[in-house]
């Protein structure tokens, strides 16, 4: 993807608006589902889409207990906070749920 999404959906700007809510914390892809009420390949085909356009970096969970598999954290990069805030600016969407209140309880945060 060369500047950024090709395919504006609902979707793609509803994990935008939660990757926003977010501030500066980082979120892995179950919180990302879990705040914008979609399934788990619809949101992890746009954060691949947004990793591979610079929106988005992505970091795997060192800290892993046994039986329990990793977690990789999903952020905004400066590009694509920027980029994400004109294109939600342009675009009417509902919002989806706030994590405002999830990262107050800790559970979607890194």
């Not at 501030?23 to 947004?50: C, F, Q, V």
């Not at 969407?93 to 309880?105: G, M």
Request: glycine share 10%; net charge positive.
């Amino acid at each position: 993807m060369p500047d950024g999404p090709v395919r504006v959906t609902g979707p793609l700007l509803a994990v935008l608006n939660a990757l926003l809510e977010a501030d500066d914390h980082e979120l892995h892809g179950w919180a990302i589902m879990k705040a914008t009420g979609k399934s788990g390949p619809t949101i992890y085909k746009i954060l691949e889409r947004l990793g591979e356009s610079r929106w988005v970096t992505s970091r795997w969970d060192t800290n892993t207990e046994p039986g329990k598999p990793r977690r990789r954290y999903y952020q905004l990069t400066g590009h694509g906070i920027a980029s994400a805030r004109q294109l939600i600016a342009r675009r009417p969407t509902q919002t989806a749920p706030s994590v405002r209140t999830r990262l107050a309880f800790g559970w979607c945060q890194a």
